[in-house]
C-alpha cells in the first residue's frame, strides 16, 4: 500500500519538473525568435543602406559625365571614369528583377500536425484506474509542447535560412565596393 501512496506523489513531481522544461525551453525559443527578428531588422537597415550607397553612385558617376563634357573638350583616356554598373559583380549583385527583401511571414511547415495529438492512449492500461488517466494526460501534454517546440524550431530554421541568402546578397553588394 506504501507503493500506491508513493505513486500520485512521483506523478505530480513528474508533472511539476516536465511543466518547468518545457517552460524553459518554451522560453529560450521565444528570446530566440525574438533575438533573430531583431537581427533581421539589422540586416533589412544594413541592405537598405547599401541600396542608397548605390543610387548615390549612380548620381556621382552622372555627374562626373556632366562635368567631363563641360571641362574640357578633349578628354585624356586615363581620365576617363569607367561606367561601374557595367561589371559582372555589379550585374550579379544589384539584379534588377531581384527585390531583395526578405519575407517575414511564411508559412510554417508541419509534417504530420492534424492541430492535435492522439487523443488518449499513450500508455498501456493495466489497472484502468485514475493514475493511468493522469499519467495519459501528462504524457498527452508533454507531447503537445514538444509540438508546439518543434513548430517553433522550424520557424527558426526558416528564418535563419532567409537570413542566410540575404546576407549572402549583402555580402555580393559590398564585395563591388572593395
Given at each position: 500500500?506504501?507503493?500506491?501512496?508513493?505513486?500520485?506523489?512521483?506523478l505530480e513531481e513528474i508533472n511539476l519538473r516536465?511543466?518547468?522544461?518545457?517552460d524553459e525551453s518554451k522560453e529560450a525559443g521565444i528570446k530566440t525568435l525574438v533575438m533573430l527578428d531583431d537581427q533581421g531588422e539589422q540586416l533589412e537597415r544594413v541592405e537598405g543602406g547599401l541600396d542608397t550607397i548605390?543610387?548615390?553612385?549612380?548620381?556621382?558617376?552622372?555627374h562626373l559625365k556632366g562635368?567631363?563634357?563641360?571641362?574640357?573638350?578633349?578628354?585624356?583616356?586615363?581620365?576617363k571614369t569607367q561606367d561601374f554598373e557595367k561589371n559582372s559583380e555589379y550585374a550579379k549583385a544589384w539584379k534588377k528583377d531581384d527585390d531583395g527583401g526578405v519575407i517575414n511571414d511564411q508559412p510554417r511547415i508541419?509534417?504530420?500536425?492534424s492541430g492535435m495529438g492522439p487523443q488518449g492512449g499513450y500508455i498501456t492500461r493495466i489497472t484502468n484506474?485514475?493514475?493511468e488517466d493522469e499519467m495519459d494526460?501528462?504524457?498527452?501534454?508533454?507531447?503537445?509542447?514538444?509540438g508546439n517546440l518543434r513548430n517553433m524550431a522550424i520557424d527558426m530554421s526558416t528564418e535563419v535560412s532567409n537570413q542566410n541568402r540575404?546576407?549572402?546578397?549583402?555580402?555580393?553588394?559590398?564585395?563591388?565596393?572593395?
Amino acid at each position: 500500500m506504501a507503493a500506491n501512496g508513493d505513486i500520485p506523489e512521483s506523478l505530480e513531481e513528474i508533472n511539476l519538473r516536465m511543466n518547468a522544461t518545457t517552460d524553459e525551453s518554451k522560453e529560450a525559443g521565444i528570446k530566440t525568435l525574438v533575438m533573430l527578428d531583431d537581427q533581421g531588422e539589422q540586416l533589412e537597415r544594413v541592405e537598405g543602406g547599401l541600396d542608397t550607397i548605390n543610387q548615390d553612385m549612380r548620381e556621382a558617376e552622372e555627374h562626373l559625365k556632366g562635368m567631363e563634357k563641360c571641362c574640357g573638350l578633349c578628354i585624356l583616356p586615363c581620365m576617363k571614369t569607367q561606367d561601374f554598373e557595367k561589371n559582372s559583380e555589379y550585374a550579379k549583385a544589384w539584379k534588377k528583377d531581384d527585390d531583395g527583401g526578405v519575407i517575414n511571414d511564411q508559412p510554417r511547415i508541419t509534417v504530420g500536425d492534424s492541430g492535435m495529438g492522439p487523443q488518449g492512449g499513450y500508455i498501456t492500461r493495466i489497472t484502468n484506474d485514475a493514475r493511468e488517466d493522469e499519467m495519459d494526460e501528462n504524457i498527452q501534454q508533454v507531447s503537445t509542447m514538444v509540438g508546439n517546440l518543434r513548430n517553433m524550431a522550424i520557424d527558426m530554421s526558416t528564418e535563419v535560412s532567409n537570413q542566410n541568402r540575404q546576407l549572402d546578397r549583402i555580402q555580393e553588394k559590398v564585395g563591388i565596393f572593395k
